[in-house]
Nanobody
């Protein structure tokens, strides 16, 4: 069993930055790739990025390339999502998932966190 806990969300003005964290815990937490997703009000879940088990590979949705950066600290079993130049349309619940690197890109995960809210004011 793996538990995921997101943090770092909040209210920020457009143009600002945030760094979200996803802490994975459990005996097998280090065995999984970690991905970030978001769900905006009235919209479907959206894949953002994923980082492989050892942090050697990463992947991004085309819509966030250049503004979002995913990274991983394996010693802490924590994945981060750096978001720059935030826009009002980035307002959403951001949450992470743990699973295989390829399946995360298909919105599939073995475990999901509860999410952290990001609200961007104009």
């Amino acid at each position: 069993q793996v538990s995921l806990a997101e943090s770092g969300g909040g209210l920020v003005q457009a143009g600002g930055s945030l760094r979200l964290a996803c802490a994975a815990s459990g005996r097998t937490a280090g065995s999984y790739s970690l991905g970030w997703f978001r769900r905006a009000p009235g919209k479907e879940r959206e894949y953002l990025a994923a980082v492989s088990r050892f942090g050697s590979d990463d992947d991004y949705a085309d819509s966030v390339k250049g503004r979002f950066t995913i990274s991983r600290n394996n010693a802490l079993n924590t994945a981060y999502l750096q978001i720059n130049n935030l826009k009002p349309e980035d307002t959403a619940l951001y949450y992470c998932g743990a699973g295989s690197f390829l399946r995360l890109g298909r919105l599939e995960a073995d475990y999901w966190g509860q999410g952290t809210q990001v609200t961007v004011s104009a």
